[in-house]
């Protein structure tokens, strides 16, 4: 089975940005544009919902810092040469991932022993002198007027960081450090990601190092976040009555609103899904333009679809194989609506999600000739018109969730087992078994 989650290797950062796979080369060019405009330090939220994929467009600002010919080989000039030129003169980038901290017991001490331990250029090749404080560092920090210090104990980073003590004591180490690590002229983008996933405690406190410890003109802090969990977590911490999202907007100095990708784009390009005749490409596409699906959505109807699409057609081929409306427009929308809501899904499987498949069903024009060529199958006789397809779109709906009874025999024990493989089908994908039960009764 594929998966459709973009693995975030550097290969495939290169080739998002390189074809502008899921339309975001402008936002990361106009932010590179911001970013580059500022004298002084500044925190910057990039805000997105669940799924959006704030971590690829964090990701792809490393990328870009990265790698010194991209530029040349991106496809429709939506990001400038001669700017990502001048970001990589001006910028380092480190990537902090929170989420994968914070079961470490202080954010400062987890996040400078992540920048001196990643930063390269004292690292050494021994792995048993990978983790050893640099000579040059070691001496600055001796030659600091810090009681209580005794620097010739502190062999490692991890060392460092128990013996920054004081908030005025951490200040000025922290700030000096940056300054010396920091090669002449270079500035530091500290990106933060997953932020929003912490442990409230962590994450508060997170904050709280940022705000009051690396206050440096040098740093510039990117935090990736969804603004709203993030709010309930500061809440959480500070209490029910304390206003969290009052606090956040204080607390960034610009905050940067990340909208959803192209879903066509990032189906065509990451899933390698076209747009084609075919009906399950149909549904795909046209499900996740309906609910406006995430990144993260999309990602995960395609893997449900793909199971059960091949689990209904390999196991009852000879009935599923001839209801292109069972395959194409009802198990699509149900699983669009375990996405969305769970309470939409019971009402459709109860009978009582009418209206809404009908609008499913005449969304778009490939929808419509689904519709269309399933009727004219069962109703050659009959003109194709928008009243002749609803009322064989409702017909058929009521025959397999309402209680409409079908004459023909045949036909009747057909719809029943499908009625029920698909019922049971979705009790074993949550609480739906007193529906299935409920529906057996019926019969």
Not at 179 to 202: A, H, M, N, Q, S
Not at 343 to 366: D, M, P, T
């Amino acid at each position: 089975m594929k998966n459709y989650d973009l693995e975030l290797t550097e290969d495939n950062l290169l080739k998002t940005i390189e074809n502008d796979y899921i339309g975001r080369n402008r936002k990361l060019n106009k932010l590179i544009e911001i970013i580059l405009a500022q004298s002084k330090g500044k925190v910057i939220s990039i805000d997105g919902k669940w799924g959006t994929g704030k971590t690829i467009f964090v990701k792809q600002l490393q990328t870009l810092n990265d790698n010194d010919d991209i530029a040349s080989k991106i496809k429709n000039g939506s990001l400038n040469e001669e700017l990502l030129k001048k970001y990589r003169e001006t910028f380092i980038v480190h990537y902090y991932n929170a989420w994968e901290k914070d079961n470490h017991s202080s954010p400062i001490k987890s996040l400078v022993f992540s920048l001196l331990n990643e930063y390269p250029k004292y690292k050494k090749k021994s792995s048993k002198e990978q983790n050893q404080i640099p000579i040059d560092i070691k001496a600055f920090i001796k030659n600091l007027t810090m009681d209580g210090y005794n620097i010739d104990k502190v062999e490692s980073y991890e060392d460092l960081a128990e013996e920054i003590i004081t908030i005025e004591e951490q200040i000025t180490s922290l700030n000096k450090l940056i300054d010396e690590i920091l090669p002449k002229g270079k500035k530091l983008l500290l990106i933060v990601d997953e932020l929003d996933r912490c442990k409230p405690t962590y994450a508060v406190e997170l904050l709280e190092t940022i705000k009051h410890l690396f206050k440096n003109d040098r740093i510039i802090f990117i935090i990736a976040n969804n603004s709203e969990q993030l709010t309930h977590s500061i809440t959480n911490y500070y209490g029910l009555n304390f206003d969290g999202y009052g606090y956040l907007n204080r607390f960034f100095d610009l905050i940067i609103e990340l909208n959803d990708v192209d879903v066509k784009k990032y189906l065509e390009n990451v899933c390698e899904i076209d747009e084609t005749s075919y009906y399950y490409n149909y549904a795909l596409y046209s499900i996740t333009e309906f609910f406006s699906f995430s990144m993260r959505e999309v990602n995960r109807l395609l893997s449900d679809f793909e199971i059960l699409h091949n689990y209904f057609t390999t196991t009852y081929t000879f009935h599923y194989q001839e209801n292109n409306i069972l395959k194409y427009i009802f198990l699509p929308y149900c699983l669009g609506l375990k996405i969305k809501s769970k309470e939409w899904l019971v009402s459709f499987l109860k009978g009582n999600g009418l209206e809404r498949v009908i609008s499913f069903a005449f969304y778009n024009e490939k929808m419509h000739t689904i519709l269309e060529h399933e009727f004219n199958q069962k109703n050659k006789q009959n003109e194709i018109t928008d009243d002749n397809l609803r009322e064989f779109l409702t017909d058929t709906y009521n025959c397999y969730f309402g209680n409409k009874n079908v004459i023909d025999i045949y036909e009747r024990e057909r719809i029943k087992e499908d009625r029920d493989t698909f019922l049971e089908t979705f009790s074993l994908l949550g609480d739906y078994i007193k529906i299935e039960s409920e529906k057996q009764n019926q019969s």
